[in-house]
Structure formats: structure tokens, C-alpha cells
């Protein structure tokens, strides 16, 4: 089976840091997605990680360790817009399997 | 990134007439298309996978009579919620992944369906 594991809520300040962290076991491992969803929206694209590492895109970086079953979402230079969910991932043998989600609320 | 297109993107029907709701993908080929359902405040449920040309395969607990798929070519995949019923109110969520399994999978806008 697959479980996957996720902060429920994230609250941060403008301007500030935040760290998304995600546990997983899952039967066959092929790729860790985040996703990010507003409310009432379907999910959009932010980053894949295959290897271990880190992958940065811009304010957001994604950083994998498989040996672990760890990956981290961090957003940085938060701004209002970023308060959404955050959805961690995992592709087993064929299909993606999601944690609950992360809703993260940024204040001013 | 690749478009993948999910239509209407809300519907309101009333109980027991069927409702279907369409996956494109616009600029590839989509060799598996995947439906899931979200409830308010949960994440999304994988309902079916279907290949182009063949039955799809359901998850666990998903009444096939009730959720018809159609993936009939490389581009469109239908969902039919057939005889719906108020508890099939959700959001429903197509996405699309072409032949490269190392791709993200790319997600319609999603259908908020009530049925009343």
C-alpha cells in the first residue's frame, strides 16, 4: 500500500520561509511531485524529483532523499498569493498516489 | 508545459440523469489518462486509469457500472457518472500522461459537479 504523510496546516509570514516536509512508503517508487492548489482549482505543476538532491526553480526548491523516504517543499521569499495547498506525491509502479495536503496561510 | 483540457467545469444535474465529463489533452498524446475525485478539504482520489484502446482499471471501492470511462483515442477520455446521486457531488480531476513515465502528469481544471 501506499502512505504518504504531510504537515495538515502551515502558517508564515510575508517575506518569510517555509518548509513543507513529506514522509512516504510506497510499493515501487518512480518520481516525488509537489503540487500546488488553490481552493476549488485543480492542481498545478511545481516540481519532480527522481534522485536525491535538491531541485530549485525560482522561489521554490524540492529536495529528495529516497534512502530516507523524505522529500521537503521550501518556499521562500513567501507572498500572499503562495497561501494555498501543497500536495506531495509519490509515483509507484504506475500511478500517483497524494498525501492530504499542506495548507499554508500566509499573513501580512 | 503540456495543456490538458477537462470540460464543463461545473455542472449542476439532478439525481438519477448521467452526467459525462471530458478529458483532451491539446498537444500530445496521452497514452494514460487518470480520473480522480476530491471532497472538500481531502486530497484527490485516484478512481481509474485507462490506456488508449483498452478497459480502464478501477481502484478499489469505485463502481464501474456507475463511473464509465472511455478513452477511446490518444487525445479524449470520458467520464459518465451514470444514474448520479447527491453523494457523487465533488470535484472531479482528469490528468494526462503521455509515454515518458519520468513526465509530471498534467491536470485538467477539474469539474465541481452537484447534483441536486
Known amino acids: 500500500g501506499q502512505n504518504i504523510d504531510q504537515p495538515t496546516e502551515m502558517t508564515a509570514t510575508e517575506g518569510a520561509i517555509v518548509q513543507i516536509n513529506c514522509t512516504y512508503q510506497t510499493s515501487g517508487f518512480n518520481g516525488l511531485f509537489w503540487y500546488q492548489q488553490h481552493a476549488g482549482e485543480a492542481p498545478t505543476f511545481l516540481s519532480y524529483n527522481v534522485l536525491d538532491g535538491l531541485e530549485e526553480k525560482g522561489r521554490f526548491s524540492s529536495f529528495l532523499s529516497r534512502s530516507k523516504g523524505y522529500s521537503y517543499l521550501l518556499l521562500k521569499e513567501l507572498q500572499m498569493k503562495d497561501s494555498a495547498s501543497y500536495l506531495c506525491a509519490v509515483r509507484g509502479d504506475y500511478k500517483l498516489s497524494f498525501g492530504a495536503g499542506t495548507t499554508v496561510t500566509v499573513r501580512a | 508545459g503540456a495543456v490538458v483540457s477537462q470540460h464543463p467545469s461545473r455542472v449542476i444535474c439532478k439525481s438519477g440523469t448521467s452526467v459525462k465529463i471530458e478529458c483532451r489533452s491539446l498537444d500530445f498524446q496521452a497514452t494514460t489518462m487518470f480520473w480522480y475525485r476530491q471532497f472538500p478539504k481531502q486530497s484527490l482520489m485516484l478512481m481509474a486509469t485507462s490506456n488508449e484502446g483498452s478497459k480502464a482499471t478501477y481502484e478499489q471501492g469505485v463502481e464501474k457500472d456507475k463511473f464509465l470511462i472511455n478513452h477511446a483515442s490518444l487525445t479524449l477520455s470520458t467520464l459518465t457518472v451514470t444514474s448520479a446521486h447527491p453523494e457523487d457531488s465533488s470535484f472531479y480531476i482528469c490528468?494526462?500522461?503521455?509515454?515518458?513515465?519520468?513526465?509530471?502528469?498534467?491536470f485538467g481544471q477539474g469539474t465541481r459537479l452537484t447534483v441536486v
Open positions: 490528468s494526462a500522461r503521455g509515454d515518458n513515465l519520468n513526465t509530471e502528469a498534467f
